[in-house]
């Protein structure tokens, strides 16, 4: 497998991973910061785990409560009305932003009706409406109910402890409650500052599920969230589900004891399959990974269809533009560069494309696509997307010579092919929930998305199908790796089984009455396939 990633890692969210660590070990009483620095020799690892007392982990969350200042949140607001109505209509572009005269939710002393206390998130007062959101998507994700019945009647990860780091959205409720379901004790957090619903999390928390989000989360309060579900009093995990890899870091870095003792960790996105490779090579992944972002049921349903539609909708949202006769670049012509130039083509729009593969520039000359470099076109286009998991496709050169008005927005995993880091150098002016106008000193001005994080997590309504899909597929990476024999999964990352990858597919067919041929005796052994499959070779390509 060939990754079109660049070797460093967002240098912003690393400073800040940083920061956040070594406050976390600066008190000598703090035991969870002692774990973090046990030593990670063989002999060190064998030795249990201290887990932190329930004092020393009040001390370490009282020094922590102090590291977001009023002026690092969010400046945007939005009205408790306004904020239950959009979430039950458009998915995860929902909730407020912390605005600087608000209470932090980590201030809050928070219980559920049952003096549950085991979560942090903005508003409780709000399950009941969240509640709502979930069932409405359970309703559409059929495929992923049905396999919430299987695993539950046979209890298949009874026993399993996950961290989850996810986007905090209906949809993938439903995911964490088949888990739990299933027999799993779960604790969820965001990997999105932007995506997560707060109603969502509400009803989660009054299921009684610990989950630490809220949207509009500083990035302190971002790492935080994930050391509170990554070490926490009496528990500890044994399994990783994660979006993007940070979970997986944090608890490798901090915590490599635990880390090591772990069965195996569920990556999704192109960004946490390269960090695992990486790793891999390094001799650094003492567990096994299971690759969910390059199986077909991800990578097709999830990349292409779901991007196809997402795009038109994050940006029509935000801005209202028409895209008839408007010229945009797309930077990558990967699934999800494949998706977005479909859906603006059909609208009529103009669409560029840059690519670094010649089998995918070529694909995207055939689809009637101009194969362009980016300074070719940037100061004459409407809109820019990326799509590529690479960082600063576009640049200060790009972005200083893009006209005024441009619309530029990610649609790739991590938040860095945008150089936002140069864009904070110049004026900002929220005009929007997620829309930003970013002005020159001369007086021109771009329109920002989302802070140039993935755009259609952040402004966008989510299908349930195609995150039925996707759910379905990482349940059952999760059950694999849970129940595997010992031996069979070394510290090295893995494709999920063509066998399951065509479970998820028939999981979710009755949804379109669709009705499958079947082979007889005959035409498999023509074929050289089992009857009840899989039916394609591991190097096929859908």
């Known amino acids: ?73 969010r400046l945007f607001s939005l009205s408790s009305d306004r904020d239950r109505s959009d979430s039950y209509s458009s998915g995860s572009y929902s909730g407020s932003d912390l605005s600087d005269d608000e209470q ?51 209890r298949k990860l009874g026993g399993a402890k996950i961290v989850c780091c996810s986007h905090v959205t209906a949809q993938a409720a439903v995911l964490i409650e088949t888990l739990h379901a299933a027999g799993a004790q779960v604790r969820w957090c965001s990997c999105n500052i932007h995506s997560t619903q707060n109603d969502v999390a509400a009803a989660v928390a009054e299921a009684g599920i610990p989950v630490y989000a809220w949207k509009g989360q500083s ?52 960004t946490g399959v390269h960090r695992l490779y990486q790793m891999s090579q390094a001799g650094k992944l003492c567990v096994p990974a299971m690759n969910v972002h390059d199986s077909v049921t991800k990578t097709k349903f999830d990349n292409y269809y779901y991007c196809r539609e997402s795009i038109l909708d994050s940006i029509k949202r935000t801005t209202g533009i028409m895209f008839g006769g408007k010229q945009v670049l797309v930077c990558g012509y990967g699934e999800v560069g494949k998706g977005c130039c479909q859906a603006l083509k059909g609208l009529g729009a103009i669409v560029y494309v840059t690519e670094i593969d010649p089998i995918c520039a070529l694909q995207a000359c055939m689809n ?75 007086g021109k001005f771009i329109i920002l998305l989302a802070e140039g994080r993935t755009v259609n997590w952040s402004c966008s309504s989510l299908p349930p199908l195609v995150i039925s899909i996707s759910s379905a597929t990482q349940a059952l990476a999760l059950v694999e790796l849970y129940n595997a024999p010992l031996g069979r999964y070394k510290g090295d990352v893995y494709l999920l089984p063509k066998k399951m990858d065509e479970y998820v597919a028939r999981l979710h067919l009755s949804g379109f009455d669709a009705h499958l041929t079947s082979l007889n005796d005959e035409q498999a052994s023509y074929l050289g396939v089992p009857k009840a499959g899989p039916f394609k070779p591991t190097y096929y390509r859908y």
């Open 368 to 442: 009637g696509f101009r194969v362009v470099r980016a300074e070719e076109v940037v100061g004459r286009v409407d809109i820019v997307i990326t799509a590529t998991g690479g960082r600063h496709v576009i640049a200060q050169k790009h972005l200083d010579n893009l006209k005024t008005g441009c619309i530029v927005c990610n649609m790739g995993h991590t938040d860095g092919e945008i150089d936002v880091e140069y864009l904070r150098k110049l004026q900002w002016e929220r005009t929007e929930p997620q829309v930003d106008q970013i002005v020159w000193p001369d």
């Open 219 to 270: 990035e302190l309060d971002f790492w935080w969230c994930i050391g509170k579900c990554v070490c926490t009093d009496n528990w500890q995990a044994n399994l990783i589900l994660d979006d993007g890899g940070d979970a997986t870091h944090v608890m490798h870095t901090r915590y490599s004891g635990t880390f090591k003792l772990i069965r195996g960790v569920v990556e999704e996105s192109v």
């Open 1 to 73: 497998l060939v990754y079109r990633i660049p070797r460093q890692q967002c240098s912003q969210r690393k400073r800040n991973f940083e920061e956040y660590s070594n406050r976390m070990a600066s008190g000598p009483d703090s035991a969870c910061a002692e774990e973090a620095h046990t030593p990670t020799s063989p002999t060190a690892a064998q030795r249990p785990i201290s887990l932190p007392t329930s004092k020393s982990y009040r001390d370490e969350e009282h020094k922590m409560s102090s590291l977001t200042k009023r002026g690092t949140r």
């Open 104 to 154: 932090s939710p980590r201030d809050k002393k928070q219980e559920n009706s049952k003096a549950f206390s085991d979560f942090c998130i903005q508003d409780i007062g709000l399950a009941s409406y969240g509640r709502k959101v979930i069932s409405r998507a359970e309703q559409a994700m059929t495929g992923l109910m049905t396999l919430r019945r299987d695993l539950a009647a046979e």
